[in-house]
């Protein structure tokens, strides 16, 4: 098992950024594939992006593209999510989550498919 945390969340304006940080435990966070959704108030959780086990391959949901990076750090088990270009549309609670995954290689998309989650911290963008 795996447990997470989430730090970094917060108040922004239009334009501004912000890093995510999730912290997992335990000694085998390279054996997870992350990653990050976020829900906002009255709508379904979404994808925003993932990275593979050894953070060579990472996918993102269209609306977060060019302005949003996932990384990772396996010697500190954290994975981030550098936020850039906030817009309004961005706030919401942002979830991290891992999955046990046998390839190097490989990120998942659908929320289903992730075992583990972090308990969500809010991101608020102001226009």
């Known amino acids: 098992q795996v447990q997470l945390v989430e730090s970094g969340g917060g108040s922004v304006q239009a334009g501004g950024s912000l890093r995510l940080s999730c912290a997992a435990s335990?000694?085998?966070?390279?054996?997870?594939?992350m990653g990050w959704f976020r829900e906002a108030p009255g709508k379904e959780r979404e994808f925003v992006a993932a990275?593979?086990?050894?953070?060579?391959?990472?996918g993102y949901a269209d609306s977060v593209k060019g302005r949003f990076t996932v990384s990772r750090d396996n010697a500190k088990n954290t994975v981030y999510l550098q936020m850039n270009s906030l817009k309004p549309e961005d706030t919401a609670v942002y979830y991290c989550?891992?999955?046990?995954?046998?390839?190097?290689?490989?990120?998942?998309?659908?929320?289903?498919?992730?075992?583990?989650w972090g308990q969500g911290t809010q991101v608020t963008v102001s226009s």
């Open positions: 990275i593979s086990r050894n953070g060579g391959n990472t």
């Open positions: 335990g000694r085998t966070f390279v054996l997870y594939a």
């Open positions: 989550a891992a999955r046990s995954e046998l390839t190097l290689i490989s990120y998942r998309i659908k929320g289903e498919e992730y075992a583990y």
